[in-house]
Structures are given as C-alpha cells and as structure tokens.
C-alpha cells in the first residue's frame, strides 16, 4: 500500500510541476513576445536619445517614435541607463513614475540579455529584458524594457493554489486506493497460498494412508518369514492393492503438477466425436452390467474436433468411473452429445445419490470429496474431476455439474468443433 501510494504521489507531483511549468511559461511568453516586438520597433524607428528641441517643447516628456512608424505598446515601459548606472530619459517615463519606483532602482547588468522578473514594494512585478545600447554616439550604455505582468502573476498564483489543492485531495483520495488495490492485488496470492497449503496437506495425507497399509502388512509378514504365501495372501493383495492407488495418486499428482506449470503439451488432431466417444465407452458397458447397472448413449453431434484423443479419452473415462461408483444396482448412466451453439456438448448423467446443492461449486476442488468415507472406500481421491476440468479448459472448453431433478448427476462438458 506504501509503495501505491509513493507512486501515486510521485505521478501527481510530476504532473503538477508539468502543467505548472506549461502555464507559466505560456503566460509569460505573451510578454516576452510583447518585449521583443518592442526592441524591433526601436532598432526600424528609433526615437530621440535626447531631450527633444524647444520648437517642440509641448511634446516633452513623452516617448514617441518617429511618426511614419507604427505606434508602441503602452504597456512596455523603456529606461536608458549610462555608464554610471543612471537612468537618462527621466523625462520619456514621466515624473510620478520616476519618483514612486525608479528613483532608487540601480540596474543589474548580470541578467543582460534575458528576461528576468522583479517586484517593486513588494507589490508590483515587472518582466524586463536588459540589452547594451549599440550607437557609440549617444551616452545611452544600456536599454531596458519593462512590461508589468501582475495580471499573469495572480493567474499563476491562483493556479498554483488550486494546482496545489487538487494534488493534495488526489494523494488523500490514492490512500484509499492503494489500500483497496493493495488488497484486491492480494486477495489472488493469499488465496493462492491457502490452495497450497491445503493442496500439501492433502497430498500429504493421501500419500500417507496407503504408505502406513503397506508399511504395516510388510511388518506383518517380516514377522512369520516362515510363512507361506497363500497363508498371507490377504496381506499381499491389500499391499498391491494400495501401491496401485498410490501410483495413480501420484501419476494423478504429477498431472495437475505439470498442468500448473504449464508443461503439457496438447497433441491435437481430428477425432469423430460420436465413433469416438462409443469406442471410449464400450468397455464401461460390459462393467456396467458385471455391476447389473444400464449403461445407455445417445449420440447426436455426427461432426470433427481438434482435440488431443487421450486427453478427452482421459477426461470420458474420469466421468464414467465416477458415474459408476457412485450409482447402486439398477441405477443408470447415460452418455448423450450434441450440437448446441455451434460446440459439441457431451453429457455423462446417472442416477446415483447425486450431490448436494451446496457442494456443487465445490466438486472439481482438488481432493474434494462429499462423503470422504465412501470415496475412500471406492478408490477415489478427489483430483478426477480437477484433472477433467483442467483437460477441458486446455481444450477452450467448459465443465460444469448440475443434480438432476429427481436423482443423480450430470456433467455437462462444451468443447469447439
């Protein structure tokens, strides 16, 4: 949140300064412009240096340039200054203006050349360019313009205040939002972090159910090692009973492990999805009827896909086996494709004890399992369902689950054509 907000004031700050520095400039441009029009009219028009003669004695004490010319901007103030550092055409300024400000003004010839501001009283501002005289004839050793800028320097004030007020309410307002987007951000990776550690702790407990059965029927049989072995069969069939379930668990493991990290690599190619999807299901009818249950297809979607044929093999025979374990005698499982919004849909419904409302947003969790006696009994470990989601999605398709109206399950899966 302190990194946020650091990065939301900087940005303000920055963006301030910016326009600030725009606004000046683009105002005090106007009055350079001013000034510099000024000096071209003196350099085409010049006016008299000196006191101008008594046949003209009523013109005295204004400054004006040489009739045929064009006339000054009123707002430019011209002081001549000689070698002393006096100002040599009192008379060209008038009188008042003279004595209430540039009486006591001594120039300062480090700025030659470059518009500099200056405040008279502590209440008027000038913007004045400095230049050297260039006739050797007269006494004049330097010209200054002045034009007075208090207009553009209340604006500039003004917009400072206000510049500066937003940038204060915008940093106040990104407290709020770095405290918001800091937690917005974290909410992934805190959930992320719950995901594994749960994710161990399961895994960890799957992995260790089978390993403690194993352990034990072995120490069992290092006991009698005398014994033959159709004495402990029991023992040896239950060990390689639950060495089977720990390879497919970790198999199971290493699947969504690399579907994680993004290494597997779909092998795509056209498959019928019909043909497909009865030879996928032919060997589940004969287990079916072993387990005096009804296995029926109904296939209606005679179109190709892209898919990677044992992978959606894979993800056919997660959906029956769970079909079937979790249907009793006379139950039905059905199979039954489509075409529905130019995708190919595959539904896998029975007739089973179904799922609860609520647990449903919870079925393709990994190592979900509702009744975690009756899975743990029929062999199953919860990753099915999250390895069937995660084919699907590989394949830019949707999974979802819903419980049927009077009982059982169905699995609807959309895949591209």
């Given at each position: 949140?302190?990194?946020?907000?650091?990065?939301?004031?900087?940005?303000?700050?920055?963006?301030?300064?910016?326009?600030?520095?725009?606004?000046?400039?683009?105002?005090?441009?106007?009055?350079?412009?001013?000034?510099?029009?000024?000096?071209?009219?003196?350099?085409?028009?010049?006016?008299?240096?000196?006191?101008?003669?008594?046949?003209?004695?009523?013109?005295?004490?204004?400054?004006?340039?040489?009739?045929?010319?064009?006339?000054?901007?009123?707002?430019?103030?011209?002081?001549?200054?000689?070698?002393?550092?006096?100002?040599?055409?009192?008379?060209?300024?008038?009188?008042?203006?003279?004595?209430?400000?540039?009486?006591?003004?001594?120039?300062?010839?480090?700025?030659?050349?470059?518009?500099?501001?200056?405040?008279?009283?502590?209440?008027?501002?000038?913007?004045?360019?400095?230049?050297?005289?260039?006739?050797?004839?007269?006494?004049?050793?330097?010209?200054?313009?002045?034009v007075n800028i208090d207009p553009e320097q209340t604006i500039i004030e003004n917009f400072g205040r206000l510049l500066f007020i937003c940038s204060l309410l915008f940093i106040i307002l990104s407290i709020s939002a770095s405290y918001f987007l800091s937690k917005k951000m974290m909410k992934p990776i805190i959930q992320s972090w719950d995901k594994q550690a749960e994710f161990v702790e399961n895994a960890?407990?799957?992995?260790?159910?089978?390993?403690?059965?194993?352990?034990?029927?072995?120490?069992?049989?290092?006991?009698?090692?005398?014994?033959?072995?159709?004495?402990?069969?029991?023992?040896?069939?239950?060990?390689l009973s639950e060495t089977r379930r720990l390879s497919k668990l970790t198999s199971d493991l290493l699947t969504l492990a690399r579907a994680d990290s993004a290494e597997m690599q779909l092998s795509k190619q056209t498959i019928p999805v019909d043909s497909f999807i009865k030879k996928a299901a032919a060997p589940y009818k004969e287990i079916a009827e072993s387990q005096e249950k009804h296995l029926w297809?109904?296939?209606?979607?005679?179109?190709?896909?892209?898919?990677?044929?044992?992978?959606?093999?894979?993800?056919?025979?997660?959906?029956?086996?769970?079909?079937?374990?979790?249907?009793?005698?006379?139950?039905?499982?059905?199979?039954?494709?489509?075409?529905?919004?130019?995708?190919?849909?595959?539904?896998?419904?029975?007739?089973?004890?179904?799922?609860?409302?609520?647990?449903?947003?919870?079925?393709?969790?990994?190592?979900?399992?509702?009744?975690?006696?009756?899975?743990?009994?029929?062999?199953?470990?919860?990753?099915?369902?999250?390895?069937?989601?995660?084919?699907?999605?590989?394949?830019?398709?949707?999974?979802?689950?819903?419980?049927?109206?009077?009982?059982?399950?169905?699995?609807?899966?959309?895949?591209?054509?």
């Amino acid at each position: 949140m302190i990194l946020n907000l650091l990065a939301f004031t900087i940005i303000f700050t920055i963006f301030g300064v910016i326009i600030f520095g725009q606004v000046q400039n683009t105002l005090f441009s106007k009055a350079d412009e001013e000034i510099m029009k000024f000096k071209e009219m003196m350099v085409e028009n010049p006016f008299p240096n000196e006191r101008i003669p008594p046949a003209d004695e009523e013109q005295q004490g204004s400054p004006s340039f040489d009739s045929r010319g064009p006339n000054p901007n009123p707002r430019v103030i011209l002081l001549h200054w000689n070698k002393a550092g006096e100002i040599v055409n009192e008379d060209q300024i008038g009188t008042l203006l003279y004595e209430n400000y540039f009486e006591e003004y001594t120039v300062d010839t480090e700025n030659l050349d470059a518009f500099t501001n200056i405040t008279f009283d502590e209440t008027y501002t000038f913007r004045y360019l400095l230049f050297k005289d260039t006739d050797p004839n007269d006494e004049i050793a330097y010209t200054q313009l002045l034009v007075n800028i208090d207009p553009e320097q209340t604006i500039i004030e003004n917009f400072g205040r206000l510049l500066f007020i937003c940038s204060l309410l915008f940093i106040i307002l990104s407290i709020s939002a770095s405290y918001f987007l800091s937690k917005k951000m974290m909410k992934p990776i805190i959930q992320s972090w719950d995901k594994q550690a749960e994710f161990v702790e399961n895994a960890s407990h799957e992995l260790r159910t089978p390993l403690t059965i194993i352990q034990n029927k072995l120490e069992l049989l290092l006991v009698a090692p005398q014994e033959k072995i159709m004495n402990k069969f029991e023992n040896i069939a239950l060990s390689l009973s639950e060495t089977r379930r720990l390879s497919k668990l970790t198999s199971d493991l290493l699947t969504l492990a690399r579907a994680d990290s993004a290494e597997m690599q779909l092998s795509k190619q056209t498959i019928p999805v019909d043909s497909f999807i009865k030879k996928a299901a032919a060997p589940y009818k004969e287990i079916a009827e072993s387990q005096e249950k009804h296995l029926w297809l109904d296939l209606n979607s005679d179109v190709n896909m892209e898919a990677d044929e044992s992978r959606i093999h894979q993800l056919l025979v997660i959906l029956l086996d769970n079909a079937l374990k979790y249907t009793e005698e006379k139950d039905s499982v059905g199979v039954k494709s489509y075409i529905e919004d130019q995708k190919v849909v595959i539904e896998v419904s029975d007739t089973g004890v179904g799922i609860k409302e609520e647990n449903i947003s919870h079925v393709f969790d990994r190592f979900y399992r509702e009744d975690k006696a009756r899975s743990r009994e029929t062999g199953g470990m919860g990753l099915g369902l999250s390895i069937a989601q995660w084919i699907v999605a590989s394949h830019s398709g949707t999974i979802s689950a819903a419980s049927n109206k009077q009982q059982g399950t169905t699995f609807k899966v959309k895949l591209p054509k």
